[in-house]
């Protein structure tokens, strides 16, 4: 794993975000080691179920100056220095006004976070807790910084991902996915595409069953788009598969399934077993990347999560800390090996879809496929931080689950919340014309 390990050090300080050269750089460099890796793009004002695809975003600079003319933050020091998506600006700002603008962590306060706005046009500066109360905050209210972020939106950009197969026997596909749009994260971001990258090399040359197809998307708004675009291809061919992330540290093992059983719940669980390793399985109601949207209602996509420790339980999530001093090759290698084994498992399985018998009644459906776009509907938060609402995450789990096969009353039992909760969002996901 160690040419993977120098390409995730090579891939690190690339600025990435869900459009932009930092994403194509990024799935040119993966080229070198996938020749097959085909690198394709979607308009940005695309409509993709309830999204659209935002203006492709790019920064070149940004920096805040003191009175002394001297640069304060500086966003090549570090891309995170900066509120992904942020709109361009060239202000003099009091300190009283440039604080209002000013990100960082109390609990982690050595760590830069990582802020983003996608959807909402908007800007900001991330720095350490430690830099504010030490120097920052030294300044006197009325002491004037030059405050200027070099960026600019395309409306004729573009989102960009990639894509390949390996063809087996069988037509019937094992989908490997992973994301390429966090900047300077090495766990959170970068193992899952090393990871891939790896099990590509490995397999390419073997005489599989089934075809494996790979793809490096940008999370959320890529995977929707990923499913708009080749839906009934996906459907058809689809009957296992795994989302990579956070496979790189060498802390601990995660597992999140999917939303029902599956056959890829049985692979990578067998996997975990036959290799001896202990790991903690997560429930679907605490999802939180890809597999999100490849189990959404009328997707249904078998997609599982294979993590080391997972998203958002270990404090460098999200953050500056989030490096390769986090990310081994040791951690690398135990993610490469359970994904293989769970591959190998799954290939050597007379695979079956098996569809769910939809009761004759009138249950919750969505009427959207993929994740509806919440924050339109004033219904999610446009800044995106670590923090969500437990109402929220309530509304979120409820859509997960209403796709026509459950009753109010099983949803209640699924979400663990009680049945007066789960009516009142009910009415007013219908209100939203959410659900059917």
Known sequence: MKKYFYLGQKLFPITRSITGNGVRETLLIIKRYIKSLKIRKISSGTKVFDWKIPPEWNISDAYVIDKNSKKIIDFKKSNLHVVNYSEPVNLILTKSKLIKKIFFLKNFPSAIPYITSYYKKRWGFCVSYNFFKKKLIKYKNNDKFHVKIISNFNNHGCLNYGETLIKGKSKKEILISSY??????????LSGPLVSTAI???????????SLRFVFIPETI???????????KLKKNVVAGFNLTCIGDDRSYSFLPTKYDSISNYAAKKAFKDLKIKFKEYSFLSRGSDERQYNSPDVDL??????????????????????????????????????????EILMNLDLVILKSKVQNKKYPKNKIICEPMMSKRKLYPTLGTTHKSKNLKNIMNFLQYADGTNSLDNISKLIKINKKKTHFIYKLLKKHKVIT
Not at 222 to 232: D, Q, V
Not at 310 to 331: A, M, P, Q, R, W
């Open 302 to 343: 078998p997609i599982a999560s294979i993590m080391r420790t997972k998203y958002g339980e270990y404090k460098e999530y999200h953050t500056s800390k989030d490096n390769f001093k986090l990310v081994t090759i040791n951690g690398l290698k135990g993610g490469f090996n359970v994904t293989k084994k769970a591959i």
């Open 180 to 189: 390429i749009c966090h900047p300077s994260m090495a766990n959170n971001e």
């Open 222 to 232: 890529g995977s929707i788009s990923y499913i708009n675009k080749n839906f009934k």
């Open 200 to 210: 590509y090399n490995y397999f390419k040359n073997k005489k599989n069953k089934y």
